[in-house]
């Protein structure tokens, strides 16, 4: 229901799980054994969670004022701390690392001293690029994201 969000919280450098075919039971007890907030659009589950957040709008936009409605403080500048994929933390990639990776590398820019980084977990690789300009516009134009 909220992967797009979660994928945003991600790129600002939030550390969020995003999971899918679990049972209501299983996100409230790995949410308390990690002290973690649930964030859903399951108005009933949003009641069982403590402090958890219901999240009424199906829109990105929105989604994203609610959350920074709930913390104000919320990182709004993209970063390369975690995988937009899996959550995992990036760490600086070197050229070659990972040979079977790089095809969509802009190889001529990375070797000028673009830098690029790697998910320790499901090794994606992640550049300063058109698309994260994308990101950062899009995040901008919502403003403060704190709802009136």
Do not use: K
Not at 123 to 141: F, M
Request: with cysteine; hydrophobic share 35%.
């Amino acid at each position: 229901m909220l992967g797009r969000l979660a994928r945003y919280l991600r790129f600002v450098g939030c550390d969020t799980v995003y999971l899918h075919g679990v049972t209501d039971s299983e996100i409230l007890e790995r949410a308390r054994g990690e002290s973690r907030v649930v964030l859903t659009r399951d108005r009933a589950l949003a009641a069982q969670a403590p402090g958890g957040l219901w999240i009424a709008s199906p829109y990105l936009r929105e989604q994203w004022h609610s959350v920074r409605t709930f913390w104000p403080g919320l990182p709004t500048e993209v970063r390369f701390d975690r995988c937009s994929v899996c959550n995992g933390l990036l760490t600086a990639y070197r050229l070659g690392t990972r040979p079977d990776r790089e095809p969509g590398l802009p190889r001529d820019r990375v070797e000028a001293g673009l830098a690029v980084w790697s998910c320790r977990d499901c090794g994606h690789l992640y550049w300063e690029g058109t698309h994260t300009a994308r990101i950062r516009a899009q995040i901008a134009s919502w403003g403060s994201g704190v709802a009136p």
